[in-house]
Antibody
Framework: EVQLVESGGGLVQPGRSLKLSCVAS????????MTWIRQAPGKGLEWVAS????????YYPDSVKGRFTISRDNAKSTLYLQMNSLRSEDTATYYC??????WGQGVMVTVSS | DVVMTQTPPSLSVAIGQSVSISCKSS???????????LHWLLQSPGRSPKRLIY???NLGSGVPDRFSGTGSQKDFTLKISRVEAEDLGVYYC?????????FGAGTKLELK
């Protein structure tokens, strides 16, 4: 059974940093691209970042480019999202996903002073 | 960016009724490999989204065959035959053909 378990969320002040982690199990992690998708409270879904199976290429929307960094450790079957220069509009539940096929339970990030 | 226009924004249905949700994209969703990466998701209240349909018409694992997807290029439809109580929630279409990946705004399915 595919499982994706996120951690690392919490309350953070604007301008500060936070790093999310996602531990994957139930599939061969290094065979798949991985993705972060977020959902602001009461809003729809927004793609945040994707990374190829080797980690050699990464992709971001303009809204987070230059501030967020997706990475992975295939030996640990773990996906990361380093979030810098956080803004109030980054407040959301962040989901670790394998494409859109499998989703974690989500982790809440609140950016507020 | 590819804009995904999903209609209607909400539906009020009776159990056993059939419904359709439309999703139109601003560009063709056919990728260079010939496949169309248009998917349908359901987010039940308080839950993570779940994939129902992938690549337009393929049923996800464990998804009842009351769900079906059709369409091509820029025009797609999700049909739910004989709605059941467990089908209630917000439906999203999603495209992963082009970066940035984008989603429809959602269709909220409620009980009449």
């Amino acid at each position: 059974e595919v499982q994706l378990v996120e951690s690392g969320g919490g309350l953070v002040q604007p301008g500060r940093s936070l790093k999310l982690s996602c531990v994957a199990s139930g599939f061969t992690f290094n065979n798949y691209w991985m993705t972060w998708i977020r959902q602001a409270p009461g809003k729809g879904l927004e793609w945040v970042a994707s990374i190829t199976n080797t980690g050699g290429s990464t992709y971001y929307p303009d809204s987070v480019k230059g501030r967020f960094t997706i990475s992975r450790d295939n030996a640990k079957s773990t996906l990361y999202l380093q979030m810098n220069s956080l803004r109030s509009e980054d407040t959301a539940t962040y989901y670790c996903t394998r494409g859109v096929a499998y989703w974690g339970q989500g982790v809440m990030v609140t950016v507020s002073s | 960016d590819v804009v995904m226009t999903q209609t209607p924004p909400s539906l009020s249905v009776a159990i056993g009724q059939s419904v359709s949700i439309s999703c139109k994209s601003s560009q063709s969703l056919v990728y260079s490999d010939g496949k169309t990466y248009l998917h349908w998701l359901l987010q039940s209240p308080g839950r993570s989204p779940k994939r129902l349909i992938y690549q337009v018409s393929n049923l996800g694992s464990g998804v009842p065959d009351r769900f079906s997807g059709t369409g091509s290029q820029k025009d797609f439809t999700l049909k739910i035959s004989r709605v059941e109580a467990e089908d209630l929630g917000v439906y999203y279409c999603a495209q992963t053909t082009h970066f940035p990946y984008t989603f429809g705004a959602g269709t909220k399915l409620e009980l009449k």
